[in-house]
């Protein structure tokens, strides 16, 4: 697996996910929504419980698309 990068932060911002992909060198593989309590969840592990919310599902999906046929989602390997 290649390695991509996850941006935090609204879209727009004046460092955004494009000029991070730019000077890194490595694509955006997706955004981590900008929601009230993402930071605390992302850090103690507890991101997907925040599920109930679209944008939080659709970064989630994202992500397993990354890992492709490797790992089937809602399944232990």
């Known amino acids: 697996m290649e390695a ?14 494009p000029l991070i992909s730019e000077a890194i060198g490595l694509p955006v593989q997706a955004r981590v929504p900008e929601l009230r309590g993402v930071a ?24 397993l698309d990354l890992l492709g046929d490797g790992l089937a989602s809602g399944e232990p390997e």
């Open 4 to 17: 991509s990068l996850l941006v935090r932060g609204r879209p727009g911002a004046a460092l955004d996910g």
């Open 40 to 63: 605390a969840a992302m850090e103690s592990g507890r991101l997907l419980e925040l599920g109930k919310r679209r944008a939080v599902r659709h970064f989630a999906a994202s992500v």
